[in-house]
Antibody, heavy 120, light 107 residues
Framework: QLQLQESGPGLVKPSETLSLTCTVS??????????WAWIRQPPGKGLEWIGT???????YYNPSLKSRVSISVDTSKNQFSLKLRSVTAADTAVYYC????????????WGQGTLVTVSS | DIQMTQSPSSLSASVGDRVTITCRAS??????LNWYQQKPGKAPKLLIY???SLQSGVPPRVSGSGSGTDFTLTISRLQPEDFATYYC?????????FGPGTKVDIK
């Protein structure tokens, strides 16, 4: 059974870089059927798609975050990662990693999520 | 970006009730519409994809319909485990966007 697990610091200072990793187990990140994504949810609010990566390294970002975001993949470790630069309090959220079925597209498996707080 | 709206934003219902949630897209998205259920402190769970296809393991009392700009999620006989927040999400074009959610609570 596929499992995704987010990891990384729960507290980041303003203006610094948020870094998270998603470890995929029970399946290969190199499958050509799926993409891999980051989604976030501020406390008490709705869901926002951050970006997506394919195992080949092709990336797709939300234009609202594109200038600050990078997503990378490490197929040898079955992991993909998120970096969000120059964070502010508005970036405080639960960050989820998820698998996207690649055509039609839907988020069919999610990690449990990790809360990242931006505060000094 | 394609804007997604949902109505109602919240509703109160009883076990056994039939519940319908509506999702509307700001432009036609064909059938590229998915529904998720989220319980407090948990990740969203896929219920319906491509407007009407039931995800494996989801009970058949859950159904989806619609195409173009207007979609509905129906739970035919509400069960205690169905009290949650429901989100629609379009995958027609990037950026993928979600509706604001509909909270279903106990009357």
């Amino acid at each position: 059974q596929l499992q995704l697990q987010e990891s990384g610091p729960g507290l980041v200072k303003p203006s610094e870089t948020l870094s998270l990793t998603c470890t995929v187990s029970g399946g290969s990140i190199s499958s050509n059927t799926y993409y891999w994504a980051w989604i976030r949810q501020p406390p008490g609010k709705g869901l926002e798609w951050i970006g997506t990566i394919y195992y080949s390294g092709n990336t797709y970002y939300n234009p609202s975050l594109k200038s600050r975001v990078s997503i990378s993949v490490d197929t040898s470790k079955n992991q993909f990662s998120l970096k969000l630069r120059s964070v502010t309090a508005a970036d405080t959220a639960v960050y989820y990693c998820a698998r996207i079925f690649g055509g039609p597209y839907y988020f069919d498996c999610w990690g449990q999520g990790t809360l990242v707080t931006v505060s000094s | 970006d394609i804007q997604m709206t949902q109505s109602p934003s919240s509703l109160s219902a009883s076990v056994g009730d039939r519940v319908t949630i509506t999702c509307r897209a700001s432009q036609s998205i064909s059938s590229d519409l998915n529904w998720y259920q989220q319980k407090p402190g948990k990740a969203p769970k896929l219920l319906i994809y491509t407007a009407s296809s039931l995800q494996s393991g989801v009970p058949p009392r859950v159904s989806g319909s619609g195409s173009g700009t207007d979609f509905t999620l129906t739970i035919s006989r509400l069960q205690p485990e169905d009290f949650a927040t429901y989100y629609c999400q379009q995958s027609y074009s990037s950026p993928f966007t979600f509706g604001p959610g509909t909270k279903v609570d106990i009357k």
